[in-house]
T-cell receptor, first 110, second 114 residues
Framework: DAKTTQPPSMDCAEGRAANLPCNHSTISGNEYVYWYRQIHSQGPQYIIH???NNETNEMASLIITEDRKSSTLILPHATLRDTAVYYC???????????FGTGTRLQVFP | EPEVTQTPSHQVTQMGQEVILRCVPISNHLYFYWYRQILGQKVEFLVS????????KSEIFDDQFSVERPDGSNFTLKIRSTKLEDSAMYFC????????????FGQGTRLTVV
């Protein structure tokens, strides 16, 4: 499985964009990058995923570098409810299981 | 919006007892999963299930664990003889399957073994 590296914690002011980085330098050509978040001890919540192109949905945008070795999750206008642990996961080709790391704990402050 | 539902939300059981955790996946999904999270630790994959059989399992998923889809809607995780170290949040998830699909998780069952 391609390993991901994320900063352990980040802060963001409410209303500002939160940019969460992820390094996945060993990613293979057809492996997707997934982002999930976990608020307190609730079930992980799917945010977005992508392969090569940038992706956007109602929750966030995903920017993947051209060499695919890193990506950034963007929450365009962070709210207090976005305070959570964010997981960047590279899903291996021959499996549909998700390997969770320790993620980035995002704290949104007023 | 369709969601994965899990029951009960909290289960307390005595060590050595059998416990069954229940999940109702999203109705058109074909792939089902169990994960667990011990307090303060990472979310860990346990097992995936497709077409009425286990497709993949982790080292954690030993002979004490089993999964079943007893009818067209439920997906269960059974722990035969619970141990103290089985205390954790257990999350069920489901997906349509395939490389370009996402898994959706339930809110979890907190299992406490005393």
């Amino acid at each position: 499985d391609a390993k991901t590296t994320q900063p352990p914690s980040m802060d963001c002011a409410e209303g500002r964009a939160a940019n969460l980085p992820c390094n996945h330098s060993t990613i293979s050509g057809n492996e997707y990058v997934y982002w999930y978040r976990q608020i307190h001890s609730q079930g992980p919540q799917y945010i977005i995923h992508g392969l090569k192109n940038n992706e956007t949905n109602e929750m966030a945008s995903l920017i993947i570098t051209e060499d695919r070795k890193s990506s950034t999750l963007i929450l365009p206008h962070a709210t207090l409810r976005d305070t959570a642990v964010y997981y960047c996961i590279v899903r291996a080709l021959n499996t549909d299981k998700l390997i969770f790391g320790t993620g980035t704990r995002l704290q949104v402050f007023p | 919006e369709p969601e994965v539902t899990q029951t009960p939300s909290h289960q307390v059981t005595q060590m050595g007892q059998e416990v069954i955790l229940r999940c109702v996946p999203i109705s058109n999904h074909l792939y089902f999963y169990w994960y667990r999270q011990i307090l303060g630790q990472k979310v860990e994959f346990l097992v995936s299930f497709y077409n009425n059989e286990i497709s993949e399992k982790s080292e954690i998923f030993d002979d004490q664990f089993s999964v079943e889809r007893p009818d067209g809607s439920n997906f269960t995780l059974k722990i035969r003889s619970t141990k103290l170290e089985d205390s954790a949040m257990y999350f069920c998830a489901s997906s349509e399957g395939g490389m370009n699909t996402e898994a959706f998780f339930g809110q979890g069952t907190r299992l406490t073994v005393v």
